[in-house]
């Protein structure tokens, strides 16, 4: 099946630093992808959708200048978390749709980011 | 109102056993997805099955079973032969929309742990 691999898996940075998170389509083209974090033992939460192009659309309650997103190309959108705080630690993790109408949601291996 | 609800935070089962997961949704679409997806200590999203509004039949996928009921809008997870690696946390997500849907709702999530 399409793999989408997600970089850097484990993360450790500085408060008041900024974090990449990287989310790449393998094998297929994926003109949309979606951000989500996820509390321990807690649901995934959708914070936004990136879109090939154009301009992410951001979930209610989620800051659009904290976590940049970025999706420049049909197999890369990115996450930047500006600033980071420790209440920005957590588990980030993305997924794409393949456009030929695959049924299925195909995740990254998810990044979990510890800000210290 | 949930879009997902999963009413079992925690569940245990002896191997070998069947288990059942809970899932109920909650749409006005006629045209939806559900989907199962498993998600070890690791983080990663494996996806397991997948069920269409429309299909008549009940998904099957290996030792996973999808107990389709369309009007009581559930969606159960059967697992028959229950294995130690099946240890994890079990999460049920919609999709609205058939093939044009992009946003995945989630439930809040099973832990399922297998006892020896």
């Known amino acids: 099946g399409a793999v989408v691999s997600q970089h850097p898996s484990r993360v450790i940075c500085k408060s008041g630093t900024s974090v990449k998170i990287e989310c790449r389509s393998l094998?297929?083209?994926?003109?949309?992808m979606f951000w989500y974090r996820q509390f321990p033992k807690k649901s995934l939460m959708l914070m936004a959708t990136s879109n090939e192009g154009s301009k992410a659309t951001y979930e209610q309650g989620v800051e659009k200048d904290k976590f940049l997103i970025n999706h420049a190309s049909l197999t890369l959108s990115t996450l930047t978390v500006t600033s980071a705080h420790p209440e920005d630690s957590s588990f980030y993790i993305c997924?794409?749709?393949?456009?030929?109408?695959?049924?299925?949601?195909?995740f990254g291996q998810g990044t979990r980011l510890t800000v210290v | 109102a949930q879009k997902i609800t999963q009413t079992q935070p925690g569940m245990f089962v002896q191997e070998k056993e069947a288990v059942t997961l809970d899932c109920t949704y909650d749409?006005?679409?006629?045209?939806?997805?559900l989907f199962w997806y498993k998600q070890p200590s690791s983080g990663e999203m494996i996806f397991l099955i997948y069920q269409g509004s429309y299909d008549e039949q009940n998904a099957t996928e290996g030792r996973y079973s999808l107990n389709f009921q369309k009007a009581r809008k559930s969606a159960n997870l059967v697992i028959s032969a229950s294995q130690l690696g099946d240890s994890a946390m079990y999460f049920c997500a919609m999709r609205e929309g058939g093939w044009t849907g992009n946003q995945f709702y989630f439930g809040t999530g099973t832990s399922l742990t297998v006892i020896p």
């Open positions: 749409t006005s679409d006629q045209s939806y997805g």
């Open positions: 094998d297929f083209q994926a003109t949309t």
């Open positions: 997924s794409a749709r393949d456009p030929l109408g695959n049924t299925e949601a195909f």
